[in-house]
């Protein structure tokens, strides 16, 4: 049973509320404001509504709403004003201050029960949604973690070094960024900025990958053309990025291509490629050249063995590993206790899953759902990144949220279908089933769900058959699902066959028995379907269906 609060100087007005409420609602009851902090400090997160009157001794109605909203409590508990006050100011003041409703004496039965129904079934509401959207919140921040660092990792793999390296340079970042902003005001970076900065720092290296074997894991001094050979790394990363076949504008590609290219300068410009110096490095290619040379110095690698944290943190000071920009010098010094845990792996400064579904849960308290700018930046984020991921992976990513029935369509995966990127009850969606049919959505439904927890991965093939019939303008469409990518050769040579692997992974619950909560997974072309994906048909895919 849900509980109300009532809060009336009048032991009359309560006991009237208290029999209009006490069958549908658990009643705590204040004579004065006073009274009512107290039960809230000690049952706030219990308590699903306040009834509170305006006028009261001690401390009044406006002055309980001040410190309710002081102390947070305003974002999850509604708040019905008892007023007969009808000063407009007073109005005013109450719903700047947060106030979600107003009842006026005397009492109308109905209309209290009817309001606080209302208010509290749409409170519980909103506070479901903003718990799956946290959680959907969660599973995108990993995945795409995962994604960055396995592209990462391929390279730190030939490079010969301890896959830590990647994820080390990560935390390193993000504890100097997190300390830059405490010491200073001069470079605007908020805490979305902070996280995309320390994940995209995962690509750094990226160039490395052009680099020959026999230099990058050569164990004695490189020759001076060897050298040259190795610092190309960081002009080649930067322009692989600079030639991805799309989002080549996305802020994201940009940062990463500014990381790649910039984190071997130094800040009295001699560093390379460019020999940029000062502030003309961008401050998130500062953060990881002081992460990277770091991590570096603590690590041991086939040409060096590895530095002490006080010897390292010593030469980079003196400037014996170039020259850095003096306040994240003061950065690394007073955060070099917290860089040494990291080092030794016991570093808290990476975020867990209960920290950032608390993150999460925060973001999107109730009108910070639908209106907080930083919510908008970091939905705007996740698009990037997966549109990052698509320039460089191709193919077409998608989940499936079983709980909330809710699929999530990449932004290009939903231009290309023609839908939302969000859609509730797929199975049931008319656009869905224009463009795959009852009987294919059926199928791979079943799929998904003859898989099990101990295998939860599927990969098969959906085949696009296009058949031209005699005295027939239009070709007729179908889509088949197979096991095997071969399937195509089966049909007569009037019937064309576009052909799409489709890789996926059900998810499951952690408590047992295990329960079947999704799906995520690519759709990737293959053979003839590549030039339709990459956008190089005239047609779009609803065209061939």
Known sequence: MEKILIVDDSEMNREILTDMLADEYEIFEAANGNEAITLLNEHSTEISLVLLDMVMPVMNGLEVLDIMNKNGWLSDLPVIMISSEDSAEAIHKAYELGVTEFI??????????KRCRNITSLYAKQKKLAGLVADQFYEKEKNSRVMIEILAHTVEFRNGECGMHVINVQS?????????????????????????????????????????????????RLTNEEFAIMKSHSAVGSQMLSE???????????????????????????????????????????????????????????????FSHDTAIEMISKGECGQFNPLLLTCMNNCAEEMRLVKEGNGTNIRGEDEIKEFAHELLKNDAMYSSDRLLHLLEYEKMKNRFFEGITGGYSFEYNAVSDMLTLSVKGAEVIGTEETIIDPVHNDTLINVFGHK?????????????????????????????????????????????AEEHRRYPADTHCNTYKLVCRTT??????????????????TGNAYGLMKGTDNNDFRSLL
């Open 104 to 113: 006026r004496r005397p009492f109308d039965s109905l209309i209290v029960q």
């Open 172 to 220: 390193y970042t993000e504890i100097l960024l997190r300390e830059l902003i405490k010491i200073t005001d001069r470079y605007k970076l908020t805490e979305a900025d902070i996280s995309l900065i320390s994940t995209v720092s995962a690509l750094h290296d990226i160039g490395k990958i052009s680099i020959p074997d026999e230099i990058l894991n050569k164990p004695g």
């Open 244 to 306: 991805l076949p799309f989002y080549r504008d996305e802020p994201i590609v940009k940062l990463a291509y500014s990381i790649a290219r910039w984190h071997h300068e130094r800040w009295d410009g001699r560093g390379y490629p460019d020999g940029l110096a000062g502030d003309d490095i961008p401050i998130a290619a500062q953060a990881v050249s002081l992460a990277d040379v770091y991590d570096a110095l603590t690590a041991e690698r086939v040409y060096k063995k590895a």
């Open 440 to 484: 294919t959505l059926a199928e791979l439904s079943a799929k998904f769900r003859s898989l099990s927890a101990e295998q939860p991965i599927v990969q098969f093939y959906v085949h696009q058959l296009i058949t031209v019939k005699p005295g027939k303008e239009m070709p007729v469409k179908t889509l088949r699902i197979t096991d095997t």
């Open 508 to 525: 499951w619950t952690l408590e047992e028995p295990q329960r079947y909560t999704g799906v995520i997974g690519k759709l990737v072309p």
